[in-house]
């Protein structure tokens, strides 16, 4: 995968993404970011019931959320 070779270091770097969301762009950019050893905070304005189904998503991954 070429494009992984432009992205910086990630391992042990605290992120915060805003805005976890319904349709998948948050959660795949928690996911990447999880996966590259970053520590990973997740904002998002709705509440974990209006965003159950990104919440299960993330299940098994170590993530801070901050929800509603």
Request: hydrophobic share 45%; net charge positive.
């Given at each position: 995968m070429k494009?992984?070779?432009?992205?910086?270091?990630?391992?042990?770097?605290?992120?915060?993404?805003?805005?976890?969301g319904l349709f998948g762009g948050g959660l795949a950019a928690t996911r990447f970011l999880c996966l590259r050893g970053a520590h990973v905070t997740v904002t998002d304005l709705?509440?974990?019931e209006a965003l159950r189904e990104s919440v299960a998503a993330l299940g098994g991954f170590p993530v801070a959320l901050h929800l509603g």
């Open positions: 494009y992984l070779s432009t992205v910086p270091e990630l391992a042990g770097r605290r992120v915060t993404v805003m805005g976890l709705k509440s974990a």
